[in-house]
């Protein structure tokens, strides 16, 4: 497999050249970059991530695994503290630490883009090819019963005792054994992410990889060949040891949102939506103390869903939400408990007692990516009133799920701990403000920055993903949606992956 390691003296590459550059190798990057390698186009794939394979590097150690396959070290946030931004920083990008759920993008948002937003090859009908080879991609298929961990089973009785609807998810995982550590890298290469399908398919189609390599900026990008500036890194990938020039006759930008938004705002490219219409889909996470032994971080993470209160509207794009059960790695879980000393030690050692799930609530695009004094992103963000209306129902429900599956008591992670023990004691939840900073929020769905839209004044990027105004710049990552996809992203980018890729590989000429 020919992956090039910039951090080491031999992978140190010169200047170099290629038909496609293809700047970061998650959901979107790789398969892009496998569709167009295997359409017989000159692929480069660039990564700012290491490659991580195998129990030798991907370790299961919460501290050195956030250092090495989280952007910023899982220590991303919006400015004013209250949102965990959480995306990969690895080669296969996010799909190598994320939770491994595969939910396609609902039909009535599909609708939604394709009516409202004037976005005409978004129909359903359209979609549906690209959908299949992104599910065909993840090896999609239902999680068994007896792959649901007693986590997720309390969940599910608690929402049948209520009379709540839900179903089991489908996942990306072939061979799992339930080492339950999916957020930290699988050490079993259990999961059929961008690594281990888009990305060997692509080299073996010829795509040349570099990885340790972080592009900063674009030049030229209005001549025939455009030039990417890359730093290499050390093998930590924290510090840049030289530097060397791409050429391109096209580039494709798929470093995620906030990476893509970066590298454009760099090289002063894109309009003045650059960077707007960000959605996080916020998600609050719901604690309960049960009284037996639960141990939620033995088993897959996440399996059941409750879904009976998901609204996919096509007319407003949005609605309703969706509680999934969840469990993390002791460092994960100790970085939501909020009492500080002797309590927050007694909290940590009650772990195994724990069970706990997050609602999703799909987002409106309010965010904005922006840079710090010092050019590093800089997210804002503020929650809408009617964001808050639905997150509060949300928190409700998952509680009365915990108590009607017998948790002792239920809690939120805020400032002061909101802690409910009774149904009666829910209405506590209406107090929940949601103030900057008084609650943690994780983002694992960051979409927008660079939308794309029917029209130059609504959105980045036209619909063939190429910037308006700059030809032969494109984008291909989340940052393409125009509106949340009120769900998760994974199925949704690799589908956009196949969509543009097959559109590219038909239509750009060949060089
Ligand atoms: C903890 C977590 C759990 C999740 N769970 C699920 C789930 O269960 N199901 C689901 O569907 N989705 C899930 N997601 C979301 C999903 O994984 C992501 O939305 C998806 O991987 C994003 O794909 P992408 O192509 O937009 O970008 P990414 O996968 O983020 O890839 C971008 C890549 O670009 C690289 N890059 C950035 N800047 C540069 C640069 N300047 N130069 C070179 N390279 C650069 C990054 O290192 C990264 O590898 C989860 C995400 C997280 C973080
Ligand atoms: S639960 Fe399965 S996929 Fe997740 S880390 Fe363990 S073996 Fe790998």
């Given at each position: 497999m020919t992956i090039t390691d910039c951090s080491q003296s031999s992978g140190q590459p010169d200047d170099m050249r290629c038909e496609v550059a293809i700047v970061g190798s998650g959901c979107g990057g790789a398969t892009v970059a496998r569709v167009l390698a295997e359409a017989g186009r000159d692929v480069l794939l660039i990564e700012e991530g290491g490659d991580f394979v195998g129990p030798q590097r991907l370790t299961q150690r919460d501290l050195s695994m956030y250092d090495q396959l989280y952007a910023d070290r899982g220590a991303r946030t919006t400015a004013d503290r209250t949102i965990s931004v959480l995306s990969g920083r690895v080669l296969g990008g996010g799909g190598v630490i994320n939770a491994c759920d595969v939910v396609p993008v609902h039909e009535a948002i599909w609708r939604y883009w394709h009516t409202i937003h004037g976005?005409?090859?978004?129909s359903p009908q359209a979609m549906a090819p690209f959908v299949a080879r992104a599910l065909q991609d993840l090896s999609a298929t239902a999680i068994t019963q007896d792959q649901v961990n007693r986590n997720n089973q309390i969940l599910r009785q608690g929402a049948q005792a209520m009379g709540y609807t839900g179903e089991l998810m489908h996942h990306?995982?072939?061979?799992?054994?339930?080492?339950?550590t999916c957020l930290i890298g699988c050490p079993l290469g259990a999961k059929r992410n961008p690594r281990m399908v888009a990305i060997p398919k692509a080299i073996t189609a010829g795509a040349r990889v570099l990885v340790r390599a972080k592009v900063v900026q674009i030049s030229?990008?209005?001549?025939?060949d455009k030039t990417l500036l890359v730093r290499a890194l050390d093998p930590k990938g924290y510090h840049e040891t030289s530097t060397f020039r791409v050429q391109a006759k096209r580039i494709v930008l798929a470093a995620g949102p906030v990476g893509t938004t970066t590298i454009l705002a760099a090289s002063g490219l894109g309009n003045d939506r650059l960077g707007r219409g960000l959605s996080l889909q916020p998600q609050v996470a719901v604690v309960a103390q049960m009284p037996d032994i639960v141990n939620a971080f033995d088993g897959i993470p996440q399996s059941f869903a409750l879904t009976q209160f998901e609204r996919n509207d096509e007319k407003t794009g949005l609605g309703g939400y969706r509680i999934e059960s969840i469990f993390g790695t002791p460092g994960i879980l100790g970085s939501l408990v909020v009492q500080p000393g002797i309590e927050g030690k007694a909290a940590m050692a009650a772990l195994p007692y724990v069970a706990a799930c997050l609602v999703l609530v799909p987002d409106e695009p309010v965010g904005q990516i922006g840079q710090t004094w010092s050019g590093r992103p800089r997210i804002d963000y503020t929650l809408s009133e009617e964001w808050k209306t639905r997150a509060r129902a949300a928190v409700k429900t998952a509680m009365r799920c915990f108590l009607a599956a017998g948790a002792r008591q239920v809690m939120v992670a805020s400032a002061p701990p909101l802690v409910v023990?009774?149904?009666?004691?829910?209405?506590?939840?209406?107090?929940?403000?949601?103030?900057?900073?008084?609650i943690g929020l994780i983002s694992a769905h960051q979409q927008g920055g660079t939308p794309i839209s029917a029209r130059p004044d609504a959105g980045?990027?036209?619909?063939?993903?190429?910037?308006w105004g700059t030809p032969g710049v494109y984008v291909c990552d989340?940052?393409?949606?125009?509106?949340?996809?009120?769900t998760h992203t994974m199925a949704p980018i690799l589908t956009l992956g196949h969509f543009l890729g097959a559109k590219w590989a038909a239509t750009w000429g060949k060089t």
């Open positions: 976005l005409q090859q978004w990306n995982r072939q061979g799992c054994v339930g080492l339950g030229a990008a209005d001549r025939p023990h009774s149904e009666k004691e829910l209405a506590q939840v209406d107090g929940l403000s949601f103030a900057p900073a008084s980045v990027c036209d619909p063939d993903g190429q910037l989340g940052g393409l949606f125009p509106t949340s996809s009120s």
